[in-house]
Structures are given as structure tokens and as C-alpha cells.
């Protein structure tokens, strides 16, 4: 009868035993997904910094009027370089939504400026020279039949750009005093749908006919090779639009 007993409690000690054993198991499972959760949180995390490093480097890209090498010199530069790479290297944003009415679209053109100046990102409106002025804005993108109209509106902003679609409306657009001009549309776009590119060629004769800077537009995507393709035929780079929708 007493061996019985001892054995009952041995019994009942190596259940409570095993019972913390589980138990301990469990909370040494749970911190180990814990943990490996958190490490996995991280990983994407730095991969999400890194590959949003790499988009905004490839939109610099784009936009950048120099040429490539400079904006991959590795090799220290003065701070009178850096202020100049500062100066030319920036993104430009223009609000381009010339079917609202002036507005409509002066109230979506503030809060855009208010955006791309908290990001210190020039803001150029589009289509309307009053609302660039009731904002304070020093440039302007102008279509070039409304710059045929209004010559002298380039005097009063700072920068003044339209858009070409022949090498004769650049010529004429860099004679009124355009400071840079955008040329398309230059690869297939959904948004020309049915119209054959002017290509590659037409980029090429328009880059060398002016002095001023010239943009290519027209489906331009966020593209090493492409943006290659944009400077060999000199332009300064590229106009981003439905492109942007894809970084």
C-alpha cells in the first residue's frame, strides 16, 4: 500500500515536471516568434529604406539637367560644388490640370504648393499666370498658343517654360524667352493613345536647334535605360507623369 502511494506522488511530481517542462516550452516558443517577428519587421523595414533610397535616386535621375557621371562622383567636392549640385539638381513639380476651371484649380494648386514646400520642392503652376501670381509663385508653365497670346507674361516670373511639338515651335518658344522647353511626345503613351511617337530623332533635332534646356515627356518611366536614352539625345532629362503612378 505505501509503495503504491510513493509511486502515485513520483507519479504526480514527474506530471507537474513535465507540466512546467510544456509550459516553459511555450513561453520560450512565443518569445522566439516574437522575436523572429521583430526581425522580420526590421529586414523590411531597412529593404523598404533601401528601395525607396534607390526610387528617389532614380527620380533625381530624371530630372537632373547634368550629366550622369556627376551625379554618381563619388569623390569629395566643395562646398561651392555642393551648393551648385543643390541648385541644379532638384525635383520640379508642375501642376498640370488645365480642365479645371481657374478656381478649382487654384485651390488644388495652393495645397500642392503647400506640399512641395514643406518637401523644398519648386512648384510650378500650369495654364494659369493669375493663379501663379495670387500665389507667389516665380515660374510658369504656359502651352505655347497661350505664350503666342501673352509674350510679355515671361517677363514677369522668373522661369517661364511651355511645351513643343516641332522643332520650329522651339526656335520661336526660345526666341519669346522661354527658360526651358518640354518635347513630346517622345516614346508610346497612354495618354497620346492612337498617335505615333515623334521618337527618339525629333528629341534630338529639337535639343540641337535652342540653347535653352529641353525635357522629353511623353511615356516616360522611372528607367535607368531610358533616361540614357533622353541624354544621348541631349536633353536635360525627363518629364515623370502617368510614370510616377508605377514608383
Known sequence: MEKNKDKSH????????????????????????????????????????????????????VFSPLPLEIEEEKQPVSEDMIQIEKEIHEF?????EKDLPE???FSLARQVKEICEQFKVPF???????VA???????????????????KVVSDFHTVGTSIHSVSE??????LGTSYLTAGHIYVTD??????PRGL??????????????????????????LHELKNAGAAGGCVMSGMMHV
Do not use: S, W
Not at 92 to 96: K, N
Not at 170 to 175: C, H, Q
Not at 202 to 216: K, S
Open 10 to 61: 513520483l507519479i504526480d511530481q514527474l506530471y507537474d515536471y513535465l507540466e512546467e517542462q510544456i509550459q516553459e516550452l511555450k513561453t520560450d516558443r512565443n518569445q522566439l516568434n516574437h522575436k523572429m517577428q521583430d526581425m522580420i519587421q526590421e529586414k523590411n523595414e531597412k529593404e523598404g529604406a533601401i528601395n525607396n533610397q534607390q526610387k528617389i535616386y532614380q527620380i533625381r535621375k
Open 92 to 96: 520640379q513639380m508642375i501642376l498640370r
Open 103 to 105: 478656381e478649382e484649380y
Open 124 to 130: 510650378i503652376p500650369h495654364f494659369y499666370p493669375a
Open 133 to 151: 501670381r495670387e500665389l507667389g509663385c516665380d515660374r510658369l508653365h504656359l502651352p505655347l498658343p497661350l505664350l503666342l497670346e501673352n509674350p
Open 170 to 175: 522651339a526656335v520661336e518658344a526660345e526666341k
Open 191 to 196: 495618354c497620346k493613345k492612337g498617335l505615333p
Open 201 to 226: 530623332p525629333f528629341l534630338q533635332n529639337v535639343c540641337q536647334a535652342v540653347q535653352i534646356p529641353v525635357y522629353g515627356i511623353g511615356g516616360i518611366k522611372i528607367d535607368e535605360a531610358q
